[in-house]
């Protein structure tokens, strides 16, 4: 049965870095995802971003906010999370939340078998600035997988 480990970073850079060395540890793109704001969305004071015409399948982001993050995990890309506004999403779990137009990332959550009550907790944890990191597997990369978050500085680390 596949486990999915949920870590919330505080630091970009650090989310990165634990990215980088789950890869390095063979755990990989379509066992990885990660969700965060998009700070640089509205540099300039421009006004709300529209993400009518991207497709996160195409790989490509917008606003550079997580510089080489997402271009670590395949599927980057861009959506707009009522509630939150916008993201940046990459890996499999970005697939799941190109749907979702109510429900959120809580509501994207439920299928990596995630309950609805910290679903929103993960949730509130992006509105606030935070980045999501999840990973999706089983056994020993499961347990790999929490060893690094927590030495990247991951702020909670669960297994679900």
Do not use: C, W
Request: proline residues 3%; glycine residues 18%.
């Amino acid at each position: 049965m596949a486990e999915t480990v949920v870590a919330v970073f505080r630091e970009h850079r650090s989310a990165e870095q634990a990215v980088r060395d789950m890869k390095e540890q063979g755990i990989g793109d379509d066992e990885i995802s990660l969700i965060a704001k998009d700070e640089g969305a509205r540099r300039g004071g421009g006004e709300e971003p529209s993400y009518e015409d991207q497709n996160l399948a195409d790989g490509t982001t917008t606003g550079g906010a997580l510089g080489g993050l997402a271009g670590l995990l395949a599927g980057a890309g861009a959506l707009l999370i009522p509630g939150i506004g916008p993201i940046i999403a990459a890996g499999p779990l970005a697939g799941a939340l190109t749907g979702v137009v109510t429900g959120g990332v809580a509501g994207g959550l439920i299928d990596y078998g995630i309950p609805e009550e910290r679903g929103q907790h993960y949730e509130d944890r992006v509105r606030e600035g935070k980045i999501l990191v999840t990973v999706r597997s089983r056994g020993e990369d499961a347990e790999s997988a929490v060893e690094i978050l927590k030495e990247n500085g991951a702020e909670e680390v669960e297994t679900h």
